[in-house]
């Protein structure tokens, strides 16, 4: 088998391994080959691979599926579809400034904005974000003889040190958790974050195809606080669907303003819910190296 040419991008620390569909033509079972890539110890390392494929550009110029670490396939993801234009700009596979990318969420918009050295500026356009619930038993069950309206769905739960965090649900390409952090909480690590993170992504029988999950401090009406649990990947510096997420869940409450700075571990992102309903983010994509991947 020949090796595959791969190249690692990363935004804001989230890294992505970035191939071409054609590389993997001898590749049977894509999630088996996710798993190994970017397995930490033993392979490449990553937050999930980018696999892109040439369009006829009628719909869009080319497609991008998401590929988690787990093996499982998500709708899309912010940080790894940046990767992936960035990828076309450094390989010049792609130099107009507006590019349209096609993924399992949509068609997302993609301007270019600038480049300095191997660090990539992009503007994406995401499209709206939907906030019914996903059938499930639970919310089946909370909605039975109800009337139900779109955009309330609140809850509280405790921390370790009894303090209250609150539930809002979003899907911006993604589903999303969004846990609002009481103002008392001065630290993220006051409150096990991780643990409520891991057990509600996997929380079936709410979410049956799993969540993401993301954790906000309000600083300032023009800046958030975040940590960040994905759904197939675990704890990540940063995530553009979740910083969208809490954007969008901060405005909505009137937490912030429309136009917010997303402060997570890995840096921070300009996150934008328009009065007409799009999202925007505007970010980075840094190429960490590129190489060669035999399969055994």
């Not at 991008?64 to 993801?77: H, Y």
């Not at 937490?255 to 009065?275: C, F, L, M, P």
Request: net charge negative; hydrophobic share 35%; proline share 3%.
């Amino acid at each position: 088998m020949n090796p595959i040419k791969f190249c690692k991008f990363h935004g804001f620390g989230n890294d992505y391994i970035v191939v071409e569909k054609n590389e993997l033509k001898e590749i049977s079972d894509i999630g088996k080959f996710t798993k190994e890539i970017c397995h930490r110890n033993t392979g490449v390392g990553g937050d999930g691979i980018a696999l892109l494929e040439k369009l006829d550009g009628t719909e869009a110029d080319y497609s991008c599926r998401i590929i988690n670490p787990d093996g499982s396939e998500a709708g899309f993801s912010g940080n790894g579809t940046r990767c992936a234009v960035a990828y076309l700009h450094y390989k010049h596979l792609w130099l107009n400034k507006y590019l349209k990318l096609k993924t399992q969420s949509g068609i997302k918009n993609y301007e270019f904005l600038e480049r300095k050295g191997n660090t990539f500026w992009y503007l994406a356009e995401l499209g709206k974000p939907k906030f019914d619930l996903p059938a499930s038993p639970v919310f089946n069950a909370l909605l039975e003889g109800k009337t139900y309206e779109p955009k309330v769905v609140s809850v509280s739960l405790h921390s370790d040190d009894d303090e209250y965090i609150s539930f809002f649900y979003v899907d911006v390409g993604n589903p999303v958790a969004c846990f609002f952090v009481d103002e008392r909480i001065e630290s993220f690590e006051q409150f096990a974050w991780r643990k409520i993170g891991d057990e509600v992504e996997s929380f079936t029988q709410a979410f049956p195809e799993r969540t993401n999950v993301v954790f906000i401090k309000n600083i300032d009406r023009q800046n958030i606080e975040i940590r960040i649990w994905e759904r197939g990947a675990g704890e990540t510096s940063s995530s553009g669907t979740c910083s969208i997420a809490a954007a969008v869940a901060s405005a909505f409450f009137d937490y912030s303003d429309r136009k917010v700075n997303v402060h997570a571990e890995g840096g921070i992102t300009q996150a934008v819910w328009r009065e007409d309903d799009e999202m925007l983010i505007t970010g980075r994509a840094d190429l960490a190296f590129c190489g060669e991947w035999f399969e055994n």
